[in-house]
């Protein structure tokens, strides 16, 4: 099972303030996704970013977020101003393949909380 | 619109017990339906991915079933051991990516 971990665990953040998520791949794989699970909520999906672009967004990734495979390895989600409304647990997913007909594979999470 | 939805909500169960965590889903067209175990406070787990053709998925003491025309899956979790104790989730693909349902909270009581 391809490994995918997340930094930082856990982050507390002010209101207003830019935080930047990462996802670092284990192995090579050419689609990333960002999801977010808001405490006691469904897990929703964010992005998806394939080839160095985002493929698909949520209504939920407003112009507040952004995503960019900067050095080709890690895979960053930035929230420019967070709100208290952004406080969730985000998980990074990748897949190998064709996402449609392939499993996802999830990090651990950061856990974001905004004061 | 997708919507996934996962009954029961919540699952106490005595060691050993057989059981049956329920799935169903509203849009037919789907590409595949992926199972999830979840700790609490953790990332997820995959445990079962059934593509829209298939029928069923076994690994181990689980096994996954799939209705696709009616909307369904059910997973079943054979001889339950605490550790089974986690929230189990149903996600499904089709022209979006992962649409989850809410979970079912299942506890194995020793």
């Known amino acids: 099972e391809p490994e995918v971990t997340q930094t930082p665990s856990h982050q507390v953040t002010q209101m207003g303030q830019e935080v930047i998520l990462r996802c670092v791949p284990i192995?090579?794989?050419?689609?990333f996704y960002w999801y977010r699970q808001i405490l006691g909520q469904k897990v929703e999906f964010l992005v998806s970013?394939?080839?160095?672009?985002?493929?698909?967004k949520s209504e939920i990734f407003d112009d507040q977020f952004s995503v960019e495979r900067p050095d080709g390895s890690n895979f960053t989600l930035k929230i420019r101003s967070t709100k208290l409304e952004d406080s969730a647990m985000y998980f990074c997913?990748?897949?190998?393949?064709?996402?449609?007909?392939?499993?996802?594979?999830f990090g651990p999470g950061t856990r974001l909380t905004v004061l | 619109k997708q919507e996934v939805t996962q009954i029961p909500a919540a699952l106490s169960v005595p060691e050993g017990e057989n059981l049956v965590l329920n799935c169903s889903f509203t849009?037919?067209?789907?590409?595949?339906l992926q199972w999830f175990r979840q700790d609490p406070g953790k990332g997820l787990t995959s445990l079962l991915l059934?593509?829209?053709?298939?029928r069923e998925q076994t690994s181990g003491r689980l096994n996954a079933s799939l209705d696709k025309s009616s909307g369904r899956s059910t997973l079943y979790i054979a001889a339950s051991q605490p550790g089974d104790s986690a929230t189990y989730l149903c996600?499904?693909?089709?022209?979006?990516?992962?649409?989850f349902g809410k979970g079912t909270r299942l506890s194995v009581i020793a």
């Open positions: 849009d037919s067209a789907i590409y595949n």
């Open positions: 192995s090579n794989h050419l689609y």
């Open positions: 059934i593509q829209s053709s298939q």
């Open positions: 970013f394939y080839n160095n672009e985002i493929s698909e």
């Open positions: 997913a990748i897949s190998p393949e064709l996402p449609s007909y392939n499993e996802q594979f």
């Open positions: 996600a499904v693909s089709g022209n979006t990516p992962l649409v």
